[in-house]
DNA sequence: ATCTCTTATGAGAACAATTCTTATTTAAGA
DNA sequence: TCTTAAATAAGAATTGTTCTCATAAGAGAT
């Protein structure tokens, strides 16, 4: 991802947020680290250059981007958050052997689903997002 | 789910566990409390009848039935595992609102992404299983 | 039924991820 | 520049979970 700063500073006003050097630094390491970091690979990351940004600081701000809906939290079987910066309808490929977690995009699936959840109504639910989680092994080399 | 502590005996001796009252109650309590408790939830139920059973104890044995497959974890945006003793493919509808999860079973949904994946390889990837997290809203009642 | 051995459990301390509290600082509009 | 509401730093507290270790209890062998 390649996202300037000035992007963000954008994306957050657009938001109604105050723009921080905080706010700024850790959504720019989300986009930077792009795989699905971890709080802590966030703060490990911006205390490079922002080395007294607080860790509450870092979790208050990573909740009030999901509530802004400029990042999105990743469910997984850890008891560790990941969050997500692309925010494109995508799916997820999970190891079943690590933690890595890669992007999935499929527009051909995602019609596919939309047309069959288009006839077959799910009684008493209202559909907002349809993900696929699909696990399973990477093959060798990175 | 409707399971006798016979067949939740049979089903821990066949995975090669011992069979003590701590593992068939928290078993129990899973296929009884049915939508995917926590592990707080199973600490509270079991409790009215096995008051001394340890907390450590029920964590414990939550990973080992996980382990043998007894049982499975649910992926939840939450820093609260939930667990599920319905081994059967389905899926899961998960509330926006609410913590509540729903199972949804659809064999020709299955069918269809069998189908779709059989042809559409996700190059580098071995795909193990395939769930959808359908994210939405559930109406009035229940 | 008893013995033996291995495994499971209870109790409570420890831990890691996250949240909360409070004094201080800062962004941004007036 | 002044004002004010909102954000941050620091560190304590909480929560869900894991670990440690002494004791108890399954289960196969006798
Ligand atoms: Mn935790
Ligand atoms: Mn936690
Ligand atoms: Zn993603
Ligand atoms: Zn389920």
Redesign the interface.
């Known amino acids: 991802m390649n996202v300037s700063i000035d992007i963000i500073k954008e994306k957050l006003s657009e938001c109604g947020l105050k723009i921080t050097p905080q706010r700024i630094a850790i959504l720019e390491a989300i986009y930077v680290l792009n795989n699905h970091p971890t709080a802590d690979n966030i703060i490990t990351y911006i205390r490079k250059t922002h080395p007294n940004i607080a860790t509450g600081t870092v979790y208050k701000v990573l909740d009030t981007l999901v509530d802004s809906k400029l990042i999105k ?5 850890k ?1 560790i ?1 990941r969050y997500d910066g692309i925010l494109d309808q995508h799916h997820h ?1 999970f190891s ?1 052997e690590s933690d890595r977690i ?1 992007d ?1 995009s ?1 527009d ?2 995602d019609k ?1 689903l939309e047309e ?1 959840f288009k006839r ?1 109504k ?1 009684p ?16 060798k ?1 990175k």
Chains 1, 2 share one sequence.
Do not use: P, R
């Not at 939290?73 to 079987?77: D, F, N, S, V, Y």
């Not at 008493?124 to 093959?139: R, T």
């Open positions: 939290k990743i469910k997984t079987e008891d958050m490929l079943s890669e999935y499929d051909k699936l596919l069959y077959k799910i008493g639910f209202k559909v907002e997002e349809i993900k696929l989680q699909i696990n399973g092994k990477f093959l080399s």
